[in-house]
């Protein structure tokens, strides 16, 4: 790597966008910041603008906008505001490659717009591929565009199939941590709090994610995400609970071989990976010494104690609009539980009746994409009216 490689950031003030620049600020030499953006947190994205010095900052809420534009006054920065503004800031003509730390659906038009504008893809937003997979695989066909995965377990298969013969996989063993209430009865599970589901045991992460990985939805979504990732099907795709987490995934060979990538649960060793692919940089960052974890165990997935894992399969297998329409009952869910209004037990119910009373298309296109997200959506939060009523 010669050249400064120009990152543009979405969600920079989130967990992945916060570790993104840290491996930006490791490397200066390397990487340079040219666009940041983020939701809502306009204070922190002033303060990482003034330190990166991106060309561009947009502030979704444009409630915010003023205040952003006021702490910038004379930086030289270009401030801007609105969803629309973050799509154009995603094909921004000085970047190279975009993370796309956003969180949710939110994250799927930004995406597109980066992809039509030919950018390589740090894909941290799984919710893309699960709402759109097959678009979204044909857009990069078409644009040439590559997808270097951030999330940890698509980036230790997409590590683990690097100088392999893709036709020469068997399957793909996606670990889980199992989550925070991993132990737990199922009658235990009706009374957790959004305080308990947030307190994860191994990894650092937003609190939309951390939900989700506590009812091991998210693991569902990096099943559908590896599909569209690595071109295979449902019946190739196993789940493994591995609490530990230095196992972060596996891929099973024709021959019986088994490629494993290991490491310390910390999400800096793949953001930096994806940055520099294919080139691995050096790093005075924490080594992992294996006889600290002699012990490694797996087991397989609860799906009766944890049923939105088991209702992420359902939706591959159905395809169309299915995994969009789970995904949107899904983050309404997961936002209900935050706000107490419903219990950690009710998610899956409300993501079942959502998928029943949506209705579903087969190779949708993105118009069709989008009113399914919105019809999802109006649908669970009635449910969550019904259950908190």
Request: proline content about 5%; charged content about 25%.
């Amino acid at each position: 790597m010669s050249e400064i490689k120009n990152i543009g950031v979405l969600g920079s003030t989130g967990s992945i966008g916060t570790q993104t620049l840290d491996i930006i600020a490791e490397y200066p030499e390397l990487f340079r910041a040219s666009v940041l953006t983020a939701r809502r947190q306009w204070k922190l994205l002033a303060e990482q603008a003034l330190k990166f010095r991106p060309d561009l900052v947009v502030i979704g809420e444009e409630e915010h906008y003023e205040n952003l534009r006021e702490a910038l006054k004379g930086s030289g920065i270009e401030v801007a505001t609105g969803a629309k503004s973050i799509e154009e800031a995603a094909a921004h003509p000085k970047t190279d490659t975009v993370v796309t730390a956003m969180v949710g659906y939110s994250g799927l038009l930004p995406t597109i717009s980066a992809i039509k504008a030919g950018k390589t893809i740090a894909l941290s937003n799984k919710e893309t591929l699960v709402v759109a997979g097959e678009l979204i695989t044909e857009l990069t066909k078409k644009y040439g565009v590559k997808i270097v995965p951030v999330d940890s377990e698509h980036s230790a298969i997409f590590q683990c199939l690097v100088g392999e013969n893709r036709e020469e996989m068997r399957k793909i063993i996606l670990t889980a941590s199992g989550g925070p209430f991993r132990k737990l009865s199922k009658e235990e599970l009706y009374n957790v709090t959004p305080a308990d589901a947030l307190k994860h045991p191994n990894w650092d992460m937003g609190a939309k994610v951390t939900i989700d990985s506590a009812s091991m939805m998210n693991k569902g979504f990096e099943m559908i995400e590896a599909r569209w990732l690595f071109d295979c099907t449902p019946e190739q795709i196993e789940v493994a609970v591995h609490p530990q987490s230095i196992v972060h995934s596996m891929v099973e060979y024709r021959d019986g071989s088994v490629k494993a990538q290991l490491g310390l649960p910390d999400m800096h060793t793949p953001i930096r990976y994806a940055l520099s692919y294919p080139t691995r940089l050096h790093t005075n960052a924490k080594p992992m010494r294996i006889e600290d974890y002699a012990t490694l165990t797996f087991e397989r997935p609860d799906l009766e104690k944890f049923p939105l894992l088991g209702y992420a399969f359902d939706a591959l297998h159905i395809g169309g609009t299915m995994p969009c329409i789970l995904n949107a009952a899904n983050e309404i869910a997961v936002q209900a539980f935050l706000e107490k209004r419903i219990r950690f037990t009710d998610m899956p119910l409300i993501a079942k009746k959502t998928m029943e009373a949506t209705g579903w298309s087969d190779n949708p296109d993105l118009e069709t994409l989008i009113a399914t997200n919105e019809e999802a959506r109006r649908i669970a939060e009635g449910l969550v009216l019904m259950h908190n009523s």
